[in-house]
């Protein structure tokens, strides 16, 4: 069984940053894309950024877009997300998502989760 497994969570002020990582626990399957989604209490799950592992494209949701910055380790099947200019609406826990097939902002289009990271930031 393979899981996501998500470091680098923690609590900072506005306007600083913050580098999530992630790397797949047990076997490593060659992944269409991975992803980062955000849940807050209440609210659905958030896709945040996008990326396909072949070509390197990444797609951002709105929010984030010119902050945030999704990365990959072919080698290594990682994948990062650098978190700048960070503000009190991006709190959440974050989560780690990997697509064998598909990709995109549909959490259902992702086949294996980590069990997420928090994310605080104080105004």
């Known amino acids: 069984q393979v899981q996501m497994v998500e470091s680098g969570g923690g609590s900072v002020q506005t306007g600083e940053s913050l580098r999530l990582s992630c790397a797949p626990s047990g076997r490593t399957d060659r992944y269409n894309a991975m992803a980062w989604f955000r849940q807050t209490p209440g609210l659905e799950r958030e896709r945040v950024a996008t990326i396909y592992t072949a070509s390197g494209n990444t797609n951002y949701a709105n929010a984030v877009q010119g902050r945030f910055t999704i990365s990959q380790d072919n080698a290594r099947r990682t994948v990062a997300l650098q978190m700048n200019s960070l503000q009190p609406a991006d709190s959440a826990m974050y989560y780690c998502?990997?697509?064998?097939?598909?990709?995109?902002?549909?959490?259902?289009?992702?086949?294996?989760w980590g069990q997420g990271t928090q994310v605080t930031v104080n105004s």
């Open positions: 998502a990997a697509s064998l097939t598909a990709g995109g902002s549909d959490a259902n289009a992702y086949d294996y």
